[in-house]
């Protein structure tokens, strides 16, 4: 048994957000590093790789392009030892929908396919061990 009055029949919902994102999943064809940045670290061209072709830049401007950029040359100096850039990095990539409750917070969602099952990777993992590359990068003192 239910409590309270039962709804009316046209019933709306009406805390649909006027701004919330529907991205279409999966991947997209994303943008080459640019060469003039001069990233030198493996993880920060992963980082690169991995924004590039996320679903949130089907919704992409030019402004996001370049924030982009300007984060994966902060993510480079944070792989060269520069632990200090770490909170900086969080905040922006949490404006981008990083997490699932940044996503939340943005109310994003990703529209659903018939393929939402898990994705084997169609790619040979980069050589780089991240564990060994992240040992390296917290053991210098």
Known sequence: MTRGPAPKDNAVRR?????????????????????ALGITTGGA????????????TAAWTA?????LELTTKLVD?????????????RQRVAKWGATVEDRARLRMTFEKTD??????????????DMDEE????????
């Open 15 to 35: 805390n649909a957000h006027a701004h919330a994102q529907q991205l279409p999943a999966g991947t997209q064809p994303g943008r080459e590093l640019p060469k």
């Open 45 to 56: 061209k992963r980082f690169w790789k991995t924004w590039s072709q996320a679903p949130q």
């Open 63 to 67: 402004t996001d392009w370049a924030e």
């Open 77 to 89: 100096g944070l792989f060269l030892g520069d632990l200090k850039l770490a909170g900086e990095i």
């Open 115 to 128: 393929e939402d099952k898990p994705a084997v990777p169609s790619e040979v993992p980069p050589e780089v």
């Open 134 to 141: 992240l040992y390296k990068l917290l053991s210098k003192s």
